[in-house]
């Protein structure tokens, strides 16, 4: 009798190969790291004895699920914002809250957790990307499962790098670090197109194929991201990459949603993988990837739950199921992935993804013992229809549930065995985890009590702007008076513009009285036609008023950023009390009065329209003594211009637009 480490015997055995052999009643013997022999029970035993022998009788035995697509940290991310849109989720909460917490021990706890998640639901293997990859690594390493860890390349900064410049030489080390680990396959992920330069797509596949390693990238999730390659460069996404060079090295392509059939042909003959993240597309709404057609066109596709923030958990039962279901929707077509054919894109594909192939995803003598036992005895999944070949991948796929999985061995160890983790604590997973969240709920709390930093949050260049001016407005009657001042001798005008200003005011019921203001700006040109578009958010806090006579004192705490995001991430960010729009036609002349700054505003509000048109007179002032004098000069320039006293207003055009609209 030959002496090995695991027999497991009595189970009904998927291998998962060519042919899709099924054994009943097998025995599969593991040696080390490997599988040494499989088939009928009584020939394996009768040929070998094991230190370990479990009787898997009413059990299947299949290989190691493959989760091709992940960010295991974001366990600890996971349910602090849903059904978002995906800006506002990515950009409104999940980066301002990774800016602030992820560090080497925030992976390392959100891998522990990731993998304890994994392990329970039969995932032996997975392909990671994220920021601090080698500490996830040293808990992949511990906890005894198989990865293929991408450290993420994006042209911002990130949480463990301020440049891509070192975001590559932190994944050159890391890949030294570990390449050659029986485990562990280090390498770089260049987060998308989109967040990437050329530049940056370019050296990240340079580090993959000088090391001779794949790479993964997310690949047209949304619609809008191929409507923005192709205003940007006149072409699809996969052709984008494909230009750059990324299709050189083998690619993980995650999502793929929104690809044409010329993008699957070319993602085919370069050898690249789709991973399916069925889960996290429906939930961003992002669509669904057109799954049947690329496996028709031999594409190789796997299956992959996506980081747990955004589907929310790692349950790849789950997501062979929905990967079954979704793909036959749009084609109208229930043959479409079969249950089968599900199973194969959670085991064999993927492990075909992470460069695994003739390694694990398949169970036959010689491979790596990556196995999962799985109990078919449950009450959803009775009763068995043992003539239709075919009924034991229905079984697994659209009745099994993650929590059937009894044991999960990698690598030839048990890492679950009868339901019991081997290699990780969960009860202080779990408290460690907590007390994280507890941390996360604060920070974001007294971010949303504050509407200020939640613009600071999302808007990277807030800028702090003047915090004190000195105005006044009035009706003007007749548009020709703003000529005695403009040719007046004491005046220079300094430059002269012309705007249509779109204003979507967002308003706070809060403390501070907080407005935030988006402003489309066009420049009109002499002919009257755009010249320009630029678009601004502004931060105002409620205004401290002190009167100069009819000219007013305006203490700001003001503040202004580009915005960077279309007026729908803002109203979705914000949810502000009321918003209110408000368009107007501005002519703006920047004058010196005796030499001293002024910038006078000819305003007339077209939405609500106002019947008035308005001028208004500012300057920027810094002291009491200061603001006194220049309400003096503003008080001679309306003199000047023939404006009464009684024409002077208080009240600022949202006002004044809200009584037209309700008085
Ligand atoms: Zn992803």
Redesign the pocket.
Known sequence: MEQVTILLTGGTILTMNDDLDVITNGALAIKDEKIVAMGPTEDITSRYQAQTTLDCSGQYILPGLVNA???VPMTLLRGMADDLRLDVWLMGYIMPVEREFVSPEFCQLGTRLACAEMIRAGVTSFAD?YYFESDIARIVDEVGMRAMLCESILKFPTPDASTYEESLAYTQSFIEEWQGHPRITPTVAPHAPYSNTRETLEKSTALARDNNLPLMI?IAETQREVDDMKAERSMRVVNWVKEVGVLDVPIIA??CVHIDEVEMRMLKASGASVAH?PS?NLKLASGIAPVSQMLDLGLNVAIGT??PA?NNDLDMFEEMRLAALVAKVNPIDPTAVPAHTALTMATRNGAKALGLEGKVGVLASGMLADVIVIDAQTTHNTPHFDHNPQAVYSQLVYASKSHDVRHTICHGKFLMKDRQLTTLDEAAIAKEAAAFATEVGQFLSEREENTLSKLIAVGIDVERSESFEVQIKAILDDPSQIENLLSHEYVDVIRAVHYRQYDSYFIFNDAEGSRVRYREDDGIDSTGNVASVRMRLTYTSATKERAFHDTILLSHSRFIAPASHPLRFYEEYFKASEERQLQKERRRWHIHYQGTLFYVNLDRVTEPALDDLYIEIKARTWSQKDAENKADMIREMMAIIGVESTDVVHQDYLDMAKNEITG
């Open positions: 697509h992940t960010h990307m997310h995650a999502h993240c996290a996506d980081g955004s």
